[in-house]
């Protein structure tokens, strides 16, 4: 809840006049709770778990012509039953793992120091902010990750996440309880790290999960305006771990690339694509989003 009776209180604290944007959130945040804010997150989540991944189930039963030629693993297909008990699932899990983790998790927000009143950061503070928060999330993740494919870690928790061995969007966040509860630290230490505004908090929780379900899409489009962000991965990058599933050692970055490749656990993907490459000059052409080559990979890995 912020401080001022009035939009003139507020501008005499801060010395100026409000901007626009800064007008339109003591309008909206003058009279609620922090707590209430911070449980925007719910419905951010739910909306969009629920509906980015919807133009991905359309193109999976339509198969329409060209982003057909876009999907990654061609021969394997699901059918909207089968996507809408994958959604089923993540809602479960939503209504009684993540939701409520949101809910008791504010205090925790608190302590870091997320804040909700004026000044609004400006744009370069927000980029800035949510580059460190993708970057922590992605090394961390990417450790945890490593360890959620040893024996014990597959076999009793990871396991679940590879039940889509071709992802689709609804699956990115399905996955074993207690991984939703692990993977929620790596999306925690970046605001811990930098804590900025309750805006900028918003766009993170949501972007990593829009990004999460792009890398889950089963479809590498030409388009895709990520194919401009360096060293990030994509549904290519993401989609080759599927496949290989739990005899997985390779690309286990959540959004870059950069730590598969310092760390050597891109060698069974470089190598599969270097594959393709010589049966595209070969053969001809092959179809963007080709079946993968299994006894290629396992010899590679």
């Not at 509860?181 to 790290?193: E, R, T």
């Not at 305006?225 to 599927?242: L, N, V």
């Not at 739990?246 to 069974?268: E, L, P, R």
Request: glycine share 6%; aromatic share 18%; charged share 15%.
């Amino acid at each position: 809840m912020l401080p001022y009776n009035s939009l003139q209180e507020a501008e005499i604290s801060l010395g100026r006049n409000l901007t626009f944007a800064e007008t339109l959130w003591f309008n909206y945040s003058a009279t609620k709770s922090d707590y209430f804010l911070f449980c925007h997150n719910i419905l951010f989540l739910f909306l969009i778990f629920s509906l980015v991944p919807l133009p991905l189930v359309f193109l999976e039963i339509k198969r329409l012509y060209p982003f057909d030629s876009y999907k990654i693993q061609p021969k394997v297909r699901l059918s909207l039953n089968e996507m809408l008990n994958c959604y089923k699932d993540v809602m479960f899990m939503f209504f009684f793992v993540v939701g409520p983790l949101q809910l008791v998790s504010y205090p925790s927000i608190k302590m870091i120091g997320i804040r909700s009143g004026l000044p609004l950061p400006s744009g370069w503070e927000i980029l800035s902010q949510l580059l460190v928060y993708f970057l922590v999330e992605d090394y961390t993740n990417y450790w945890i990750h490593r360890f959620l494919h040893n024996k014990w870690g597959y076999e009793k928790i990871h396991r679940v996440h590879h039940e889509y061995q071709a992802p689709i969007g609804f699956a990115a966040p399905y996955a074993h309880w207690a991984e939703i509860l692990i993977l929620g630290i790596p999306s925690f230490l970046g605001p811990a790290m930098v804590p900025g505004h309750m805006i900028t908090f918003w766009l993170w929780i949501a972007l990593r999960q829009i990004e999460a379900i792009d890398t889950h899409s089963g479809y590498d489009f030409p388009w895709n305006p990520t194919k401009y962000i360096p060293f990030y991965g994509g549904a290519e990058h993401h989609d080759y771990h599927h496949y290989v599933g739990g005899q997985s050692h390779s690309n286990f970055a959540s959004v870059f690339t950069y730590c598969d490749y310092i760390y050597g656990t891109d060698k069974g993907f470089r190598y599969q694509k270097k594959i393709l490459r010589t049966e595209d000059l070969t053969n001809g052409a092959v179809q963007n989003g080709g079946s993968y080559n299994a006894q290629d990979i396992y010899k590679s890995e």
